[in-house]
């Protein structure tokens, strides 16, 4: 019963910490769009795709193989196994974001109509740090210590939230301001995590140890992270180039709504991993499934629910909270939400396929929608507009889904095969 009481407790603060993050990261859209026009969204937006981008490779090398390899590190071990993942995610961080600063001067080259050179220093910068910050709060979670994590996202995200309100009702803000004040939000909750965590190790012999495990899970999730940025993102770059970067305001507009969705999505990522590693090691492969069947249908539910009433009032809820800039885009907010049901079926078979360590589907999978992408996105665009990018996001996710489900029925008829030849 203790058990039981003590996980709800975890369950209801994580979905309290990534209400809070969607919430702000809502609520932060809306006020560039609002403040600093629909451009300026657009730039913004881009500017954040690229550290996305990096931090999703942080989650392939870092994060993920930390949720499902960390609970299954023995006692005597763990302390030295969180210190020296410390020590690398410190040192991808730093290198990752002198690339990106590099990258962003050379890009000015190529597509100057961004904007984008003046933002290079700042844009790496918070790279920098929110990769710390992510790090850290992810430690927390996975060691249980979820009202850590809590109060570290509030400093970072809901202080965030306070000064850029501040700021922009007593000033006339620009975006650059926008990121000094994640920066500076980011770097407390970022020093306030080193502080109460582990401190980096340079034992050499344990760091290579892990990178060698981490690596089994992490080889294909790297690959997985390119393209899935190229699969995800391509369409939105591709309109950026064909129609500039109002078009990414308004397809980042809508998308900034059905964000609301990560409350669960990233929630659940915050917990699932462990507990699924958990049911497959106490219970075998029934317990998992039987697990991530739960995970379905509940967060199917929800999902429908909400993508429900966004699709209903799309068009009321985009100029209530935009203005009118977006007035006429309601059929914008309608695909993603119908996008968003798909999106999160797939999570579960994923979070089963990386409790058997095998990520290889994942990395077919975006092979897929990459290919996809790169050679259908200019004709669906130049032939359908806005309507071409979402159509493409959803067939993405779709071939996706599709994988996910075959590569996850496989998986477990070979386990269930080698369960009853050792019973036998």
Known sequence: MKKLIHKAKNLSWTILDQGMVSGVNFAVGILI??????????????????????????????????????????????????????????????ISSLLLYLGMILSDLFFPQWEIIDYAFYVSLTLFLSQNQDFFRRVFFVNGKVIHAFF???????????????????????????????????????????????????????????????????????????LQWTSGNYFIIVAGILFGPVSVGILRAAGNIIG???????????????????????????????????????????????????????ETILVLLYGNDLSG???????YAANSVLAFSAIPLFIGLRTFENTKPLFIS??????????????????????????GLLANTTIILSIAFISFRRECKIIEKKEQSMGS
Not at 264 to 290: D, H, M, T, W, Y
Request: charged share 10%; proline share 2%; glycine share 8%.
């Open 152 to 226: 570290n996202d509030l400093i970072s995200y809901g202080g965030r939230l306070i000064i850029l309100v501040a700021v922009f009702m007593t000033s006339e803000p620009a975006l650059i301001h926008v990121f000094l004040i994640m920066c500076f939000t980011l770097f407390l909750s970022g020093i306030l995590g080193y502080f109460m965590l582990f401190k980096p190790s340079l034992n050499y012999l344990y760091n290579i140890k892990i990178i060698k495990r981490h690596w089994r899970l992490s080889r294909y999730l790297i690959g997985s992270a390119l």
């Open 33 to 94: 769009a609002r403040f600093l026009g629909v451009k300026e969204f657009g730039i913004f937006s881009l500017l954040l795709m690229a550290i996305l981008f990096v931090q999703s490779i942080q989650k392939a090398v870092i994060i993920t193989p930390m949720m499902s390899v960390g609970p299954k590190i023995k006692e005597s071990e763990r302390n030295l196994y969180y210190q020296v993942l410390t020590t690398q995610q410190l040192a991808f961080s730093f």
């Open 329 to 335: 885009y309601g059929f914008v907010l309608i695909w």
């Open 366 to 391: 975006y092979c897929a929608t990459s290919i996809f992408s790169i050679f259908s996105a200019k004709f669906l665009l130049e032939s359908f507009g806005i309507n071409g990018v979402l159509f």
């Open 260 to 314: 609301i969705t990560n409350v669960i999505l990233q929630g659940l990522e915050n917990i699932i991993p462990q507990s699924a590693s958990r049911q497959f090691v106490e219970l075998g492969l029934q317990g998992l499934k039987s697990y991530l069947s739960k995970v379905f249908i509940y967060g199917v539910i929800v999902i429908s629910f909400i993508a429900l009433i966004l699709g209903t009032f799309a």
